[in-house]
């Protein structure tokens, strides 16, 4: 979900349990999204992505959903572990220009905070 | 070992002063990108350049300048004209050239207080 104000939408699981974050993206045009997860004070580290010629991307011990539909992507974390707590925010790109020249330019939703308890 | 690097990791600026960070990849990347992180937003980008000796404007370059004549660095200066400087700032590079869709990846940050 997005966040209101300063707070962040917040996820807290039990270490071992699978965790489901969502987000909503904004421009139907886009085709090419991107999971990060950021610790704190740390850079964003780069997680899985897919393309939107696909509805579903699996790496290890995480799968992307996609569903252009309704403009949704989720991230599921399998078996979460005390070290996966971050906070995870989704990126989407719009891999070309309206003129048609490469379009660099990510959209980055802003985050959630997974919390992992022992 | 490859990677972006930033630097400092901390940053404090007086009243009227220019401060310059640091960003340095040796990924071999075309594409750097300057971005700020403030509390529950999401990241907003300053300036990026697709390639060395230029640079664009993103959506948030008032009181940023930046410049990128090494394929390697991609130096930012806070100006006195950003009125509110105190932030995480994040490099980034990706592949750029001819290609689209493309991963970015982040160096560590900066964080920038005003004293």
């Known amino acids: 979900g997005e966040s209101v104000g300063l707070h962040l939408p917040t996820l807290s699981v039990q270490e071992g349990d699978n965790s489901i974050i969502n987000c909503a993206y904004s421009n139907s045009a886009s085709d090419y999204f991107i999971w990060y997860k950021q610790e704190s004070g740390k850079g964003p580290q780069f997680i899985i992505d897919i393309r939107s010629n696909m509805d579903k991307r699996q790496g290890q011990r995480v799968t992307v959903l996609l569903n252009k539909t309704v403009k949704h992507l989720s991230l599921q974390i399998a078996a979460t572990q005390p070290g996966d707590s971050a906070v995870y925010f989704c990126?989407?790109?719009?891999?070309?220009?309206?003129?048609?020249?490469?379009?660099?330019?990510?959209?980055f939703g802003k985050g959630t905070l997974l919390t992992v308890n022992p | 070992d490859g990677g972006i690097t930033q630097s400092p990791k901390y940053l404090f600026r007086k009243e009227g002063q220019n401060v310059t960070l640091s960003c340095e990849q040796n990924?071999?990347?075309?594409?750097m990108y300057w971005y700020r992180q403030d509390p529950g937003q999401g990241l907003r980008l300053i300036y990026y350049?697709?390639?060395?000796?230029?640079?664009q404007k993103g959506d948030i370059a008032e009181g940023y300048s930046v410049s990128r004549e090494k394929k390697e660095s991609f130096p930012l200066t806070v100006t006195s004209a950003q009125k509110n400087p105190t932030a995480f700032y994040l490099c980034?590079?990706?592949?750029?050239?001819?290609?689209?869709?493309?991963?970015?990846?982040f160096g560590p940050g900066t964080r920038l207080l005003v004293l």
């Open positions: 990126a989407e790109n719009r891999g070309r220009a309206l003129s048609g020249g490469s379009n660099y330019k990510l959209t």
């Open positions: 990924l071999n990347h075309d594409a």
């Open positions: 350049s697709q390639i060395v000796n230029d640079f």
């Open positions: 980034a590079s990706s592949i750029g050239g001819s290609f689209y869709q493309e991963t970015q990846y």
